[in-house]
């Protein structure tokens, strides 16, 4: 499935929030040193001469600080949006049309099926996974050379969306959740050099 119609979508929504959290940040260094000068000015009113030096070595100190902190925050923020476009990414894939989830189901059923797996459909797509289409899951492994004898399981309530495949105690996982998941290393760093590509 082409993941670039999501990824555009998510990029939209996220630009707009990443460009407020930078400004917020910068806003807050700002802040922060305005604070500074003007605890420096009063040092300097009541005794110039004794605290020059510790002054400019406090202000020194605080401006660290604060861009310390700033940054701090500025990349937790930067950690929260990335996650939240993984979870938005999930979002986008429940809100395929239910014609669309099943072809994709298909697929995965066809490339990762040895035809003779009991399938657990996940609780979000329970109604799916009817008689019908376990017939035609059955009926498309056969014309692919493959055993034909997929059974519908309900045994273990599965979260999520999608199915899991067993057999001989061994389970695939194919659900949005789980599938995005397994993305989630490979594609963090591109998700985040899009969203904040004006910004690394």
Not at 23 to 29: G, L, P
Not at 79 to 102: H, M, N, T
Not at 186 to 191: A, D, I, M
Request: charged share 30%; aromatic share 6%.
């Amino acid at each position: 499935m082409d993941a670039t119609p999501i990824l555009k979508k998510i990029k939209e929504d996220a630009l707009k929030q990443a460009s407020d959290i930078i400004n917020a940040a910068k806003q807050r260094t700002d802040e922060i040193k305005q604070q500074t000068n003007k605890r420096i000015s009063l040092m300097h009113e009541k005794n110039r001469a004794r605290f020059d030096n510790e002054a400019a070595a406090m202000q020194d100190r605080m401006l660290r600080m604060g861009e310390l902190e700033s940054k701090k925050d500025l990349l937790s923020s930067k950690r929260e949006l990335v996650s939240d476009a993984f979870d938005r990414a999930i979002g986008l894939l429940y809100a395929l049309p239910d014609k669309e989830k099943k072809e994709f189901f298909l697929k995965q059923i066809l490339s990762l099926a040895a035809g003779d797996e009991a399938l657990v459909p996940a609780d979000r797509s329970r109604q799916l996974f009817d008689e019908h289409f376990i017939l035609e899951i059955n009926e498309a492994l056969k014309n692919s050379g493959k055993n034909g004898l997929i059974r519908l399981s309900h045994d273990n309530s599965v979260f999520g969306t999608g199915f899991i495949l067993q057999k001989n105690g061994i389970e695939i996982n194919c659900t949005f959740e789980a599938l995005v998941n397994s993305k989630r290393l490979e594609l963090e760093g591109k998700v985040a050099k899009i969203l904040f590509s004006g910004d690394l």
